[in-house]
Nanobody, 119 residues
Framework: QVQLVESGGGLVQPGGSTRLSCTGS????????MNWFRQAPGKEREFVST????????FYADSVRLRFTASRDNANNKAYLQMNNLKPDDTAVYYC????????????WGQGTQVTVSS
């Protein structure tokens, strides 16, 4: 059974940092481009970042560039999203997703983890 499981969400103060993890089971993450998306209350899900199979290329949404850093540890079947200088607008459920063909069509999704930025 293929699973992606996110962890690391929670309540963070504005300006603070947190790191999300995505752990894969039943699949080899090294065979997938790894992506992060988020969905804020009342809004559609939006793209956050995508990282190539080897991790040498990463693209970010303009709203998070220079504040968020995506990475991956293929040896341990994990992906990460380091989030710095968080803002209330970053409040959302964050999802990791695996894209085997790196074509923007996700093959697998995690269940999501809540990040709330509030004082």
């Amino acid at each position: 059974q293929v699973q992606l499981v996110e962890s690391g969400g929670g309540l963070v103060q504005p300006g603070g940092s947190t790191r999300l993890s995505c752990t894969g089971s039943g699949l080899t993450l090294a065979e997938y481009a790894m992506n992060w998306f988020r969905q804020a209350p009342g809004k559609e899900r939006e793209f956050v970042s995508t990282t190539s199979w080897s991790g040498d290329k990463t693209f970010y949404a303009d709203s998070v560039r220079l504040r968020f850093t995506a990475s991956r540890d293929n040896a341990n079947n994990k992906a990460y999203l380091q989030m710095n200088n968080l803002k209330p607008d970053d409040t959302a459920v964050y999802y990791c997703a695996a894209d085997r063909d790196d074509n923007g069509l996700m093959d697998y999704w995690g269940q999501g983890t809540q990040v709330t930025v509030s004082s």
